[in-house]
C-alpha cells in the first residue's frame, strides 16, 4: 500500500485546515485508517482512526470534538478535518493504515504497516 498526504499547510489559531491521504495498491475499503502526529521534540502521538467495515471513529482525547476523521473507499482517501485549530496542534501529521479490525479501546496499538510521508501542520500567529 502506498499513501501519499497532501494539504498540510500555515494556518492561524482558530482556523480550520483539511489534509487527505489517497492510497494504493491494496483493497482500500478493507483498510482502517488513523492519523498520527509528531510534533518537535515529541514522541509520535495517535490523533484520530476509523475502523474498516463498520467505519466506527476513535480520537485522542485533546482533539475530541475539534477534529473529524472520515473515509472515502471510492477516492481510495482519508481526511481529517480540524477546526479550532491550536498552536499545540503543531505537528507533522502522518496516515496509516491497518488490515486489523481494531476494538476502539486498541486502536493506537494495532500494528500500522503502512505509513504516508507526513505533512506539516504549523498553527501560528
Known amino acids: 500500500v502506498q499513501l501519499q498526504a497532501s494539504g498540510g499547510g500555515l494556518v492561524q489559531p482558530g482556523d480550520s485546515l483539511s489534509i487527505s491521504c489517497t492510497g494504493s495498491g491494496r483493497t482500500f475499503s478493507r483498510l482502517t485508517m488513523a492519523w498520527f502526529r509528531q510534533a518537535p521534540g515529541k514522541e509520535r502521538e495517535f490523533v484520530a482512526g476509523i475502523r474498516w467495515g463498520d467505519r466506527h471513529t476513535k480520537y485522542e482525547d485533546s482533539v475530541k470534538g475539534r477534529f473529524t476523521i472520515s473515509k472515502d473507499n471510492a477516492r481510495n482517501t482519508v481526511s481529517l478535518q480540524m477546526n479550532s485549530l491550536e498552536p499545540e496542534d503543531t505537528a507533522v501529521y502522518y496516515c496509516?493504515?491497518?488490515?486489523?479490525?481494531?476494538?476502539?479501546?486498541?486502536?493506537?496499538?494495532?500494528?500500522?504497516?503502512?505509513w504516508g510521508q507526513g505533512t506539516q501542520v504549523t498553527v501560528s500567529s
Open positions: 496509516a493504515a491497518s488490515t486489523s479490525n481494531p476494538a476502539l479501546s486498541a486502536f493506537s496499538a494495532v500494528p500500522y504497516a503502512y
